[in-house]
């Protein structure tokens, strides 16, 4: 970290974090936002495309099967077939009208016409290809395609596309991108010639088709599914938490080592630099003051009493933690419903707003989760991947030099 940014003169003093807290903010397998979001699709008559490429893409356990091969679909049930395949290598393949061999299709002349059971037809190399069939004419066309981005939403405009990038064993195409409100589209290879927008807003994509409107700005995933018989997409919204304060840069997310400072994520929770951006004035002992009451605090201890029976609103509690959130994530993205309020969520919401403030040992007694194996986490018990521990932890033993000066002092049980 960059200490004057944090207005003190040296490093963050090796205050870590364990993952589980971390996973309260982000989702662990992918280190990104947690996601919120949005597809149905309809059958259309379809082909089938067997050939030498199946198991190296991740299609099929066997090669040349046509009842487990990709299809292409005709959706105006016009003989016009489309499609897209996955290549992960040079490869030949064919088409057969059923999930058999009893007709199919392949090009002796390599001219772009199909004749019964004609020689193979292929690809020179790796990569995901758009295929055009029509079973009339006896015709067909192979494109190979990358897709992008591009929109008043995003950071080119309408001027240069943002990638995307294919994951060859979901089949999509993915992309993690900041974006304004605006439109967007997705086109293939740079260029306009072919481009998908939704008419209908149903998260069904037509060739040329309407822009597809972003209503506010944040970090999106966006994914494109081409495959039979509908292509499809989302656009979720990261629900990106302010509060999620952390240090990354050489941090390991694991903590296999508490005596390793690079392990576990750091808290950059406080700084020593005022509201109006001026360094505090002392750089090693931050004037910053330590909150003891704070406005969220006793929202979050209204709500608790609420869930547990003690009287009030549940729709004022609910009121009361939404207004939090929506502090936090800058919009009512991360709102929740009264169903959502529960204790573990409560407990869960307190350590998100309240950490390193003092309360975190307190809540987890109050919440029955502080001692014993129902909760755990990473150290717990002095054991890597935590375990549970005695009950008398959750009171502190008396100083042995207390107890023996003063008679009338009994230990803490258990101590």
Known sequence: ??????????????????????GKFLDL??????????????????????????????????DWSPDVAPTLGSINSDDNYEGYIYFADAAEFKFTAGPNWDLNWGDDGADGSLEPNGANLSVAEAGYYKINVNTVDLTYSIMKTDWGIIGSATAGGWD???????????????????????????????????????????????????????????????????????????????????????????QNLEINNLFEFTDGYAITKWRNITSTGETGSDLTHPDTDFPMFRLADAYL?????????????????LSYVNELRERAYGDDYGNMTEADLTLDFILDERARELYWEGHR???????????????????????????????????????????????NLTQTTGY
């Open 160 to 250: 240069s596309d943002q990638n995307m990038e294919f994951d060859a064993e979901t089949k999509t195409w993915n992309a993690e991108i900041d974006l304004a409100a605006g439109e967007i589209k997705f086109r293939a290879n740079d260029g306009w010639d072919l481009n998908y927008g939704d008419d209908d807003v149903d998260g069904i994509l037509e060739a040329g088709a309407s822009n597809i409107a972003i209503a506010e700005g944040g970090s999106y995933k966006i994914s494109m599914k081409l495959e039979s018989p509908d292509y499809t997409y989302t656009v979720e919204k990261f629900s990106s938490d302010g509060r999620a304060l952390f240090f990354t840069d050489g």
């Open 361 to 407: 040992r307190t809540d987890l007694i109050r919440f029955g989760k502080f001692t014993g194996s129902d909760y755990v986490w990473a150290w717990k018990g002095a054991e890597k991947d935590g375990i549970g521990v005695d009950e008398k932890y959750k009171l502190f033993p008396l100083p042995s030099s207390d107890v023996s000066a003063n008679p």
């Open 1 to 22: 970290m960059d200490p004057a940014a944090f207005g003190i003169d040296g490093g963050w003093s090796g205050l870590r974090t364990t993952k589980e807290f971390v």
């Open 301 to 317: 201890m209204y709500a608790e009493a609420v869930v547990r029976g003690g009287g009030g609103s549940m729709s004022t509690a």
């Open 29 to 62: 397998e992918t280190l990104a936002p947690k996601l919120k979001s949005a597809n149905a699709t309809a059958d259309y008559p379809v082909i089938y495309v067997p050939g030498g490429y199946q198991v190296a893409a991740g299609y099929s356990e066997g």
